[in-house]
């Protein structure tokens, strides 16, 4: 049994990116959920990092987190975004007011003895605009009855349990309230089609969830009703500074092939240093706002990463030449993956930034 990581310095972390790395390139390439993965993080004590003492959990400060995360990141990036939407809906339990909940659901996610996700992309990006919700909830004498699907989960067909935000409904008209429950998948009227295919991370299964009249207990309720019920409690802070620190570590993994090569090659040298110079100042604005001590906002440091993240890829392709423009080479899937940076979550006014960048406007 792997030796439980208890600090982000503690040497069993390397042990496991190194293991994580070199089951990436398959994964990738066929698709398959990541089951052999989740399965080492358990064993290696990562999904402690998020739970309560009191659960089972570790309970690591947003810091510890964070570098958690970068190392991860840097070593499988879709291992660790499946992990990040498991950590939300370990958050929003952890962080409800439903006491009774928490006993019965966190101490088997902090062992790894169930997975659980969030569908909430609805309720703040996708399908604001409709007139009528994606997901609908009619609240009944017990609970609620749930309709409609929500259309970005990941990993929807291996949890047991998923965190979902529903509008409510009365009498089929819409009010401004909305709920956050606890979606047992068992429930009759739960079904996931097939996932999508993703330019980059198809591996982590993300696609739709639907729900036809999904009878859904009181005693499973989070949040709500109320309006703007994400803004309740605390989640996995997708879009935010998560976001951004899986972005700067997967640039760390094509960083650090470029400086392998550039070990070989002298005119990668220059490039490498300014890369890596660029990476070491992001890295302090990410932590220093972890640390509540922010030298820019969150837009302009997420713009700073999604650059990083496109320009450092790219030039790692470019290092590679041909050989990694071959299906298999990790480069090629880095190249990949960091296109999902420009569409994960990412507000407009960043995508605007990102756009004159890649025009050559200077805003």
Known sequence: MPTKITTPDDPALAELCERLAALSSELDLSGRWPAEQLRLCGEYGVFEWFVGEEYGGQAWDPLMSTRGYLALSAACLTTTFILTQRTGACRRIDTSANESLKPELLPALARGDSFATVGV??????????????????????GFVLNGMSPWVTGGPHAEHIVIGAQVVEREA??????????????????????????????????????????????????????????????????????????????????????GESDKREELFTPSDALERD??????????????????????LRTNVNSLVLRSTQAALAAAKGAGYVAGHPVGRWCREALFFLVWSCPQPVVSANLCELAGISE
């Open 121 to 142: 992309s609805h309720l703040t990006t996708s399908g604001r605009h409709l007139k009528t919700p994606l997901l609908r909830a009619e609240r009944t004498e017990d």
């Open 174 to 259: 819409t009010c401004d309230e909305q709920i956050l429950i606890v979606l047992p998948t068992d429930l009759p009227g739960v079904t996931c089609p097939p996932h999508t295919q993703l330019v980059g991370l198809t591996a982590s299964h993300t696609g739709q969830v639907k729900l036809d009249n999904v009878i859904v207990d009181d005693r499973y309720l989070l949040a709500g009703p109320v309006a703007k019920v994400m803004t309740q409690g605390t989640g996995g802070t997708t879009g935010g500074l998560q976001t951004s620190t899986l972005a700067l570590g997967l640039s760390r993994a094509a960083l650090d092939f470029i400086r």
């Open 279 to 300: 990476w070491e100042q992001t890295r302090a604005a990410l932590l220093s706002a972890i640390e509540g001590a922010p030298t820019c906002s969150s837009e302009q």
